[in-house]
């Protein structure tokens, strides 16, 4: 059985199913490396667009893998933190959009992967929590930095502290997801998410991505020159040429990346 099923469709959309609904699709240090596999050759394959990450059965991540937490002293604790981080890093600065469409439970870890993807939608089924206090751990794949960049420093706090597990529509009201869709609706919806996305410039996309990645923690001046760079590169491609004819002449715009 494969940890993480993957297709990639006639679009360029790339669909990564998350598969050990026995464990709720923990993250054991095996799906962990799987993913990192996964990224690395979706990164530098050119006939994928885009990135759609869900899970199997009623969750879409339980979290990290508890059994080899139990094992963790704080040598190997580091370890097995920056081991999580640089892989969710890895979805994060993919240069490719990618959105989770968390169909059920995403706690711990589960959340912090979601948080990492470009964009989250979330079906009615789903929940989310940090519960990582009730091990006497903190959370350690960037759940406490992406989490208030997300929600605000209060809110993250507040899931951090408690450990509680709040529901779609609180995550919707909070900013951590950008949509609620009905269970049997979510992949469909996500990919119509994804596809509108796709069709629009893939240079202008990816510095987008990166100008809001990097730029969120720079101060307002240097994060204006970033994106002035950033939008004298695009000026200079031919997309923004085509771009531009095709709504002058009230045509759909053909991109090419180039």
């Known amino acids: 059985m494969q940890l993480i099923e993957s297709n990639l469709d006639h679009s360029g959309i790339l669909t990564l199913t998350l598969n050990r609904p026995e464990k709720l ?24 667009k885009a990135l759609l990450i869900t899970g199997t059965g009623k969750a879409f991540c339980a979290g990290a893998d508890i059994s080899r937490l139990a094992e963790c002293n704080a040598q190997s604790g580091y370890q097995f933190a920056c081991e999580g981080q640089a892989v969710f890093r890895q979805l994060e600065t993919l240069g490719k ?14 959340c912090e992967m979601a948080m990492a993807a470009t964009l989250r939608i979330a079906s009615v089924k789903a929940q989310f929590g940090q519960p990582e206090v009730k091990l006497g751990v903190i959370p350690g794949y ?17 899931l951090c502290l ?37 069709s629009m ?13 990097y730029g969120y923690d720079l101060s307002l001046t240097e994060a204006l020159h970033l994106e002035a760079i950033h939008f004298a590169k695009t000026c200079a491609t031919e997309d923004k040429s085509e771009g531009v004819a095709a709504f002058l002449g009230k045509r759909r715009a053909e991109f090419k990346g180039e």
């Open 201 to 213: 410039a893939p240079l202008a996309i990816a510095s987008v991505m990166e100008v809001i990645d």
């Open 142 to 158: 960037g759940g406490t930095q992406r989490l208030a960049r997300l929600v605000g420093k209060g809110r993250a706090l507040d």
């Open 162 to 198: 408690t450990g509680r597990f709040i529901s779609a529509e609180t995550a919707l009201q909070w900013g951590l997801v950008t949509e609620v869709a009905e269970a049997e609706k979510l992949i469909e919806r996500a990919t119509e998410i994804l596809t509108g996305i796709i």
């Open 25 to 48: 699709n923990a993250l054991s240090r095996e799906v962990l490396h799987a993913l990192s596999e996964i990224l690395l050759s979706a990164k530098s394959n050119p006939d994928v």
């Open 97 to 110: 959009p990618s959105l989770a469409a968390i169909n059920g439970f995403a706690f711990g870890g589960g």
